[in-house]
């Protein structure tokens, strides 16, 4: 089988089974900072979908022709950056709609549970991206832990104000 990754090409041994060769490229392109974002083999696309033990089993001399190609985490990240500030602005404006019910009742708080569920999805991402250590862009980790505290309590009141003060200020900008 003939292997390309990026501008690399070089031949996998004929005992070679496609899950050593996707193996191989894995190594390759980690060693030079890489993520493979995509693969061919022969004609066809493969996605993760297709990564089962049996086709990862098949002999690699089977096929013709593999073809990888691997970005940056930096340029992954450019690409997905109008998505993040996309998923920030939806984030910022249903914590914003949220603040109201909180300080003037009924509390809506099984509305925040589901927020804080999609906060914690949106620092998760930052603080992979930045390798943070756990605090996030200014701070925001240790206003969510405050937050969390005050919805243990029930005081809507500080929720909203940390809401509004603190944490929907902090969210968005680059990963």
């Keep these: 089988m003939h292997v390309t990754l990026d501008q690399d090409q070089w031949e996998a041994g004929s005992a070679s089974t496609v899950g050593e060769v996707l193996a191989d490229i894995s190594e390759r ?14 004609h066809r696309a493969i ?3 297709d990564l089962d033990q049996a086709f990862l089993s098949e002999p690699a001399a089977r096929f013709a022709r593999l073809t990888a190609e691997s ?3 930096g340029d992954i990240l450019r690409a997905a950056q109008p998505s993040f ?3 920030a602005d939806t984030l910022r404006a249903e914590g914003t709609a949220l603040i109201p019910p909180l300080r003037f009742g009924p509390p809506g ?7 804080l569920g999609k906060l914690a999805d949106y ?19 240790t206003w969510v832990r405050q937050l969390l505290e005050a919805r243990t309590a029930r005081d809507t009141v500080r929720i909203a ?15």
Excluded: C, F
């Design 47 to 49: 996605t993760d979908r």
């Design 109 to 115: 708080l099984s509305a925040l549970d589901a927020w």
């Design 161 to 175: 104000d940390l809401l509004e003060y603190e944490i929907l200020p902090r969210v968005g900008g680059r990963p």
């Design 71 to 73: 970005q940056s985490m």
């Design 123 to 141: 620092l998760e991402l930052v603080e992979g991206t930045r390798g943070a250590a756990g605090n996030g862009p200014d701070g925001l980790s």
């Design 29 to 42: 392109a980690h060693a030079r900072s890489r993520i493979v974002t995509s693969l061919r083999l022969d």
């Design 85 to 87: 500030e996309k998923y």
